[in-house]
């Protein structure tokens, strides 16, 4: 049977983001009198009956800020009782913003923003502002291959790759340390943030930025284990999956597998239909996995993703400048 229409009964809500020449967000602090009153968020308002969402964000960002925006893709959407809050990208707009309904305006870079100074309903959103649009996983390296997999990381990041797992499921810890502390330091260099699989006490003890949960691991977790100075990340096939991890208070998913893929070929292919309309309701940000290569990107981000994950596509080992 097919699922309910997700977040039927909630009020839609519909906020934009505004970006200026330097990448910082426009955020506005809700006047005295309204409901959060204080609390900082994107600028917005609740879509009127026979209203498209689209024109619903136009006319909101006309009346608060005075401009003429046009909008984008979805970047996330969240339901949050009694709301479902749409986060929709601004291409462009026309006009400076400025404050008609008695709100603080701010510019500000989305890593500067305090989580705890926004609504709940904002917060995935906060982070999928603060996530880049590549995942790259690692391949197991084979013995005596370290050094080629840390030439082969030093690339990535060159490429510009600024999220990292670090997947070595069947070593020991002692290895597993011994190369996360080398590939650590590579991230730092270059401002790249490094999860490891599976182990988040080892992932605390080194320093790493992170975890990243397999699904059998997060499902026995009632709560995240890493407090919100670090990531925490789930696999994820299937709705109840993407629920539990939101739940749990995870920072994003992985969503897999979207095509078919040659590492799982018994898994069966979700299908980017199937897989964007889980979005919906996912409320927090999902990265599309499984057979993509990195040209599908785009179509990813389309759909409601935060961007494609994946190891072949980004992993170049035989790379030649
Ligand atoms: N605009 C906006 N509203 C948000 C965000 N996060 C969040 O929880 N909300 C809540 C606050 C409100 O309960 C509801 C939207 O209300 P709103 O006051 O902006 O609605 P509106 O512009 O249509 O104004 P009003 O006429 O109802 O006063 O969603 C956000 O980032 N932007
Ligand atoms: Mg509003």
Redesign the pocket.
Known sequence: MADPAPGSSL?H???GILRDPGGRVLV?Q?PEG???AG??????????PGETPEA?LTR?LR??LGIRARVGRRRIAIP?A??R?D?REIESFEGHPRSR?HQRLRWIEPERVDRTL?????RP?LTSLCLPDRYMITPVPEDGRESAFLSTIESALEDGIGLIQLRLPAWSREHVAALARRVRDLCRGSGARILLHADWRLAAILGLDGVHLPARVARALAARPLGHGSLVAVSCHDRAELRHAAEIGADFATLSPIEATRSHPQANALGWKTASAWLDDAGLPVFALGGLGAEQCIRALDSGFQGIAAISAFWRPDRIF
């Open positions: 009020v809500v519909v906020a506005a809700r309204k409901q959060h609390c900082w968020e994107f600028p917005g308002g609740k879509v009127e619903a909101e009346e608060e949050h009694p709301i809050l986060v309904e926004l609504p709940l309903a904002d959103a």
